[in-house]
């Protein structure tokens, strides 16, 4: 007879609440949530949701995560589903404007947010909107309406950035940073805006202080492989991006395209022509670096062809389309091009943000080469001491300044 065991038969009390507790416990989506990791949450819901133990609202949580996660036409079919439901909430509308707004669906994004309830969310996506028209007699009336809250002074620092005014974007930044210490993402937006202003080791020293508690952002990374591009080197870059690759999903699309984009960037245009087409209407950058690759080929006509109908904007916009309609008057013999680059070096050579600037400087020696104001082009050039200048066309010598505008006008 065997009196001895190593392991009693039953198990105490205290053990079997031990085992119960890990047999029996099932992730909540909030969880998922609180982890950034929407696809788990999709997961855990679209389950839920099949095998009849759905949560509350489940087609909302589903249609908030696929916008988190960067799927906003799936969003827009969940909350156009709701609809479809009797006494769906009024709120609904906003949510959908809010999503047809990171569609691009301007219009639509306009006429389906006044359907909805007067709100902040409505207010905040309607000032947006009124920056993406160009209306700024509407842009100034709902900024009147602008709280001193955090949603609303985020709202608010994001269309300074919009509008290059970085500096009055930082002020925001900072302030709510002091306030609010725990909202590390700020430094994020605080690094994007020294980036725009050409501080490249002050926004990597920003980046790292965000990067210490969350080294997988795939935004702060991109963001860091750009930094990395402006001071060392694209292959250096292109590791930096290479990197991400390899730790994310190959089915997650949040930022699929910005980094195919930058990757055809830090490679100096290799594959341009098979990824940035499609990209034109997604990143706006895609169409001023394809619009640089061909002038590297020399194909000017394809160059102006991209650029003639933009409305330009930045002066990453105005140098590049000073650049084509220099090139195209020189090649076509058109005063009317030509005369067109003139304005446009003065108009980014004369502002008040840019003059002070390389790029700026470079715009007045070439706007007073095309005029034939030679010492005038000595003197500013003289002013600037880089490797990466200005070179001049043969026969007429128009001054084009592609491979500065190549390297400022990079998607972030």
């Not at 080294?215 to 702060?220: E, F, G, K, L, V």
Request: charged share 25%; aromatic share 10%; glycine share 4%.
């Amino acid at each position: 007879m065997n009196l001895s065991r190593a392991k009693p038969a039953l198990a105490s009390q205290e053990e079997e609440d031990i085992v119960e507790k890990k047999k029996g416990k099932v992730p909540h989506f909030i969880d998922f949530l609180n982890n950034r990791d929407y696809t788990g949450a999709i997961t855990l819901l679209e389950f839920q949701k099949h095998s009849g133990d759905a949560e509350k609202n489940v087609d909302l949580w589903l249609a908030y995560c696929h916008f988190h996660l960067g799927d906003y036409k799936k969003s827009m079919e969940l909350y156009r589903t709701m609809f479809e439901c009797e006494n769906c909430s009024p709120e609904l509308w906003i949510k959908l404007a809010c999503v047809l707004f990171f569609l691009g669906m301007y219009k639509e994004a306009d006429e389906t947010a006044v359907k909805g309830i007067k709100s902040p969310l409505q207010s905040r996506l309607m000032f947006h909107l009124s920056h993406k028209f160009g209306d700024e007699k509407r842009l100034m009336s709902y900024h009147q309406v602008l709280q001193d809250v955090v949603e609303d002074q985020l709202s608010l620092a994001s269309i300074h950035y919009l509008r290059c005014h970085y500096q009055e974007a930082i002020d925001i930044y900072k302030r709510l940073l002091l306030s609010n210490k725990e909202y590390v993402a700020l430094n994020v937006y605080i690094a994007f805006c020294y980036y725009k202003m050409d501080f490249y080791d002050k926004s990597q020293e920003i980046l790292a202080l965000y990067l210490q508690n969350f080294p997988d952002s795939i935004i702060a990374i991109n963001l860091k492989a750009c930094n990395i591009f402006r001071l060392c080197s694209g292959k250096a870059a292109e590791r930096e991006l290479r990197n991400l690759q390899e730790k994310i999903s190959p089915s997650f699309e949040f930022a699929k395209e910005l980094i195919q984009h930058n990757l055809v960037v830090f490679q100096e245009g290799e594959g341009a022509l098979q990824v940035l087409p499609p990209l034109i209407d997604v990143i706006p950058e895609a169409r001023l670096n394809l619009a640089i690759f061909h002038l590297y080929q020399d194909d000017i006509k394809e160059a102006y062809n991209l650029m003639k109908d933009l409305e330009a904007l930045t002066p990453q916009e105005i140098i590049l389309k000073a650049v084509v309609n220099a090139a195209i008057g020189q090649e076509t013999g058109s005063e009317e091009n030509l005369n067109n680059a003139q304005k446009y070096f003065k108009l980014v050579g004369g502002s008040a943000s840019e003059c002070d600037t390389i790029p700026g400087r470079q715009c007045m020696a070439s706007y007073f080469f095309l005029m034939k104001q030679f010492e005038d082009v000595l003197t500013y050039l003289n002013s600037i001491k880089v490797s990466c200048c200005a070179y001049f066309n043969s026969p007429q010598g128009i001054c084009v300044v592609i491979q500065v505008v190549s390297k400022r006008v990079m998607q972030l």
